[in-house]
């Protein structure tokens, strides 16, 4: 196994020994550039263990996953497991994994779209490169009511979802935290690019460049605001939950909460944690003070204006890596114009949590990973 004792701190220091990556920061983001020894060293290590397992969610590959990330280049876990305890950065964009154009096939058009067989190991092994990634930080998974609970996504534009607030629609995705609603968001949402030819932006604003009026600040942390679920989760949901033989089933359960969730949700903080270095929870498309509270509209409306205006793009080109802090970033995408000709905007995802236990509630086994 690599020695993982080098873990930049914050102040640019290494723990032990070594060097950090290049690295830069702008605004929020933290950028870091994989040397060309170490990127070939990644392309290498993620085909073989793609050509081993077959599939970046085998569940192998996802038991082993954690061991096999610690054989990454030494330099980049140091970068992630310093992004995890030192929080040094709300986002962070690791560059340089060679990814093909000609290799990964065209677009799909939709998530559900079968990889042609000739593009399936280079789309496995950068997979791989993902859920590899994504361990050092905590535990990979899902949503029963997203994409049929896959763990790895493919964010496409879809033709028939273009004016939805979902990474399949091509209108301005609002910024937001991920799954803002749920108790059980994620910690870590990662995307990877596959293309980028239009360099559409993600956007990205850390909480912590925000000056935020200390009588707002006390007035966000008290849970005096709504959060609903997301038209994504309540419109598969509902699909799905049709087609379930009854509500008694474990699909009916997810429905059941996730409705409740909508009709009767419970008051939240926006902002939590520490109070000088707070965490957020925020989607403004999908939320609002408690019925009359004046004091708390006028806070979050503050807060909204004050991170719009801090919001900051990077178009993610092929092998760009973007780990989003989900408590301290919320994230968004511009507007664009899709072809739908295989050649458009397409990124891989997948979503982190710290702490798997959390969520057993929610889940059939301790090791399954998809939540109900
Ligand atoms: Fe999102």
Request: net charge negative.
């Amino acid at each position: 196994m690599e020695d993982v004792s080098t873990v930049p701190r914050p102040d640019g220091e290494a723990t032990t020994g070594g060097t950090a990556p290049e690295s830069t920061g702008s605004g929020s983001i933290r950028y870091v550039d994989l040397d060309p020894a170490d990127a070939a060293q990644i392309d290498t290590y993620t085909r073989t263990l793609a050509a081993r397992h077959g599939s970046s969610t085998a569940p192998a590959l996802l038991d082993g996953a954690a061991t096999y990330a610690h054989r990454l280049p030494e330099r980049l876990v140091g970068e992630l497991l310093s992004l995890r305890l030192f929080e040094r950065s709300p986002a962070l964009v690791v560059r340089g994994l060679p990814v093909s154009d000609d290799e990964i096939g065209p677009t799909p058009l939709d998530w559900r779209e079968q990889a042609r067989p000739a593009t399936v190991p280079a789309r496995t092994a950068h997979e791989v490169y993902l859920v590899l990634v994504a361990s050092l930080l905590g535990d990979v998974f899902g949503w029963s009511s997203l994409q049929n609970g896959k763990l790895v996504h493919d964010v496409v534009p879809m033709p028939t979802e273009e004016r939805e607030q979902s990474g399949h629609g091509t209108v301005l995705l609002e910024w937001h935290t991920e799954d803002g609603f749920h108790p059980l968001r994620c910690d870590y949402l990662l995307l990877l690019g596959m293309r980028n030819h239009d360099a559409v932006p993600t956007t990205v604003a850390g909480v912590d460049e925000v000056r935020i009026d200390p009588a707002h600040r006390e007035v966000l942390a008290q849970p005096r605001f709504l959060i609903r679920p997301d038209n994504e989760h309540l419109n598969r949901l509902r699909a799905r939950a049709e087609g379930a033989t009854a509500m008694g089933t474990a699909m009916g359960m997810g429905m059941h909460s996730i409705q409740r969730m909508q009709d009767e949700p419970e008051p939240s903080a926006v902002l939590f944690g520490h109070p000088d270095a707070p965490y957020l929870r925020i989607d403004p498309v999908f939320m609002s003070a408690l019925p009359g509270d004046r004091e708390a509209e006028e806070a979050l409306a503050a807060l909204v204006g004050s991170l719009e205006a801090n919001l900051c793009g990077v178009a993610l080109g092929p092998g760009d890596l973007l780990i989003v802090d989900n408590y301290r970033a919320v994230h968004g995408r511009s507007a664009f114009r899709a072809r739908y000709d295989g050649t458009d905007r397409w990124l891989k995802k997948v979503l982190v949590t710290r702490d798997l236990r959390k969520s057993r509630a929610h889940r059939s086994a301790p090791h399954e990973r998809v939540l109900l």
